[in-house]
């Protein structure tokens, strides 16, 4: 089994080392050493969503600027006017290629109807911004936020609206149009003018006239400031790892507690959740060094961890001490990091997925890292894959925050177990009916 275990390895540093030496030049591209390429990450949510950053969703009127200084449609001309008021079926035809069904012939045997098929059919498969998302710096109310740049995404159809997955799958591949950094928003104007055939000049539609700002960087800094832009970092960031204290043991009837205590699953339960606590206080007190409060930058911000992240979400962060993998991974590390530091043990920071893998977001070894935008442009597939199987191969783990026991549905059971224990005792003291003598 080693002998496999070391071949298998031997052959990826093998193929590793030939992609790299092929796509040398590229990669350096990929990973730019002066420059800091902001639109790098933003391309992908997982690249930033478990840095030091703030996520605000935008107000309606960055949205609608947005749409139509980015995506503004196809354009109404006379002709298409003309031909909707000769055609007799427009309503059908819009009606029918709104609920993307088929359009019969017989409703555009006239050229009109033929003209009102085209234009509604290709505004049907034209994609508009319907939502705008912010990437700043992690903010601080009452400070000025350190804009990283836009993200935006197409508004969810009836069917996704529930759907608890849909933005962070909108956000890691967001619309190219509307995917601006800091200095892209500051060249934007908050207000368009054109001029029309008659010589009059007009607002351009989307323009926003009720601000005093000139760039979409201003009013979008003050609108985070003024608390009108939603925050939602907390719904990029995954919701099954976050910790919940188990305080609604206290607020269920006094009986059922004292059935949990008598049945000795009380005591058990508090000690899980006396655990979880001890491992989430080990967590934070092994952060990793690449872990920032307020970044004063935003290449600081997409290239450090949360601490917030630490706080809140089930992370860890191993030693990797397989001679084999450790010095591939080192290879990567003083081939595509900045050479700092003597350290030479290698550790990942990532978090359990429900399959029991690991979802790798940075490697370390003494003051080099590499973040999931670089593991993703730059690793090989297979060794991404080797890195996320703990079991295959040996971790000597500095600490690990276990998954949270599914404690609520255990104590759901005890409930219902209580409920029919409790059902079952009223049933055996409730006195039987006597049958009594009626006379007449």
Same mark, same amino acid.
């Given at each position: 089994?080693?002998?496999? $275990?070391?071949?298998?390895?031997?052959?990826?540093?093998?193929?590793? /080392?030939?992609?790299?030496?092929?796509?040398?030049?590229?990669?350096?591209?990929?990973?730019?050493?002066?420059?800091?390429?902001?639109?790098?990450?933003? @391309?992908?949510?997982?690249?930033?969503?478990?840095?030091?950053?703030?996520?605000?969703?935008?107000?309606?009127?960055?949205?609608?600027?947005?749409? #139509?200084?980015?995506?503004?449609?196809?354009? @109404?001309?006379?002709?298409?006017?003309?031909?909707?008021?000769?055609?007799?079926?427009?309503?059908?035809?819009?009606?029918?290629? %709104? $609920?993307?069904?088929?359009?019969?012939?017989?409703?555009?045997?006239?050229?009109?109807?033929?003209?009102? @098929?085209?234009?509604?059919?290709?505004?049907?498969?034209?994609?508009?911004?319907?939502?705008?998302?912010?990437?700043?710096?992690?903010?601080?109310?009452?400070?000025?936020?350190?804009?990283?740049?836009?993200?935006?995404?197409?508004?969810?159809?009836?069917?996704?609206?529930?759907?608890?997955?849909?933005?962070?799958?909108? /956000?890691?591949?967001?619309?190219?149009? =509307?995917?601006?950094?800091?200095?892209?928003?500051?060249?934007?104007?908050?207000?368009?003018?054109?001029? #029309?055939?008659?010589?009059?000049?007009?607002?351009?539609?989307?323009?926003?006239?009720?601000?005093?700002?000139?760039?979409?960087?201003?009013?979008?800094?003050? =609108?985070?400031? $003024?608390?009108?832009?939603?925050?939602?970092?907390?719904?990029? @960031?995954?919701?099954?790892?976050?910790?919940?204290?188990?305080?609604?043991?206290?607020? &269920?009837?006094?009986?059922?507690?004292?059935?949990?205590?008598?049945?000795?699953?009380?005591?058990?339960? !508090?000690?899980?959740?006396?655990?979880? !606590?001890?491992?989430?206080?080990?967590?934070?007190?092994?952060?990793?060094?690449?872990? +920032?409060?307020?970044?004063?930058?935003?290449?600081?911000?997409?290239?450090?961890?949360?601490?917030?992240?630490?706080?809140?979400?089930?992370?860890?962060?191993?030693? /990797? +001490?397989?001679?084999?993998?450790?010095?591939?991974?080192?290879?990567?590390?003083?081939?595509?990091?900045?050479?700092?530091?003597?350290?030479?043990?290698?550790?990942?920071?990532?978090?359990?997925?429900?399959?029991?893998?690991?979802?790798?977001? &940075?490697?370390?070894?003494?003051?080099?890292?590499?973040?999931?935008?670089?593991?993703?442009?730059? &690793?090989?597939? =297979?060794?991404?894959?080797?890195?996320?199987?703990?079991?295959?191969?040996?971790?000597?783990?500095?600490?690990?925050?276990?998954? #949270?026991?599914?404690?609520?549905?255990?104590?759901?059971?005890?409930? %219902?177990?209580?409920?029919?224990?409790?059902?079952? %005792?009223?049933?055996?003291?409730?006195?039987?009916?006597?049958?009594?003598?009626?006379?007449?």
């Amino acid at each position: 089994m080693n002998c496999e $275990r070391t071949k298998h390895l031997l052959a990826v540093i093998v193929c590793a /080392i030939c992609q790299h030496i092929t796509v040398y030049a590229q990669e350096q591209q990929t990973i730019p050493t002066t420059d800091f390429n902001t639109k790098a990450y933003l @391309r992908r949510g997982d690249y930033y969503r478990f840095a030091a950053i703030s996520f605000f969703e935008a107000d309606s009127a960055t949205a609608l600027r947005f749409k #139509k200084k980015f995506t503004p449609g196809l354009k @109404r001309t006379l002709v298409l006017e003309s031909a909707e008021s000769e055609c007799a079926n427009t309503d059908e035809i819009k009606l029918r290629t %709104q $609920r993307k069904r088929e359009i019969p012939f017989l409703l555009t045997d006239d050229p009109n109807c033929e003209v009102v @098929r085209h234009y509604y059919q290709a505004l049907a498969g034209f994609v508009e911004i319907g939502k705008v998302y912010v990437v700043t710096a992690a903010y601080q109310r009452g400070t000025e936020p350190i804009i990283i740049g836009t993200v935006c995404i197409q508004s969810p159809y009836i069917n996704q609206i529930a759907d608890p997955d849909f933005l962070l799958n909108s /956000i890691n591949d967001p619309l190219s149009y =509307g995917l601006l950094d800091a200095k892209e928003l500051q060249a934007v104007p908050t207000q368009e003018y054109e001029t #029309k055939d008659s010589g009059k000049t007009v607002v351009v539609k989307g323009s926003i006239t009720q601000t005093s700002f000139k760039t979409m960087y201003e009013y979008i800094a003050d =609108g985070i400031k $003024r608390g009108i832009f939603l925050d939602c970092t907390e719904k990029i @960031r995954p919701p099954f790892t976050r910790y919940t204290p188990l305080s609604n043991i206290a607020t &269920m009837p006094k009986e059922f507690q004292q059935f949990l205590k008598s049945k000795g699953v009380l005591d058990s339960i !508090q000690k899980a959740d006396r655990d979880y !606590q001890k491992a989430i206080s080990l967590s934070i007190k092994e952060m990793p060094s690449s872990v +920032c409060d307020k970044p004063k930058t935003a290449e600081e911000a997409l290239t450090t961890l949360s601490t917030d992240v630490f706080q809140k979400y089930i992370l860890a962060r191993w030693r /990797i +001490c397989d001679p084999y993998l450790q010095s591939l991974l080192r290879w990567f590390l003083n081939s595509n990091a900045p050479s700092s530091g003597t350290d030479s043990s290698v550790y990942a920071v990532g978090r359990l997925r429900h399959n029991g893998k690991y979802d790798v977001i &940075m490697l370390e070894i003494g003051q080099k890292k590499l973040l999931k935008t670089e593991i993703d442009n730059i &690793m090989l597939y =297979g060794t991404q894959e080797i890195l996320s199987d703990p079991a295959q191969y040996c971790h000597e783990y500095s600490h690990i925050v276990p998954p #949270k026991p599914d404690v609520l549905e255990y104590i759901e059971r005890w409930y %219902q177990r209580w409920q029919v224990e409790m059902q079952e %005792q009223k049933a055996t003291l409730k006195p039987k009916a006597v049958k009594t003598r009626t006379t007449r």
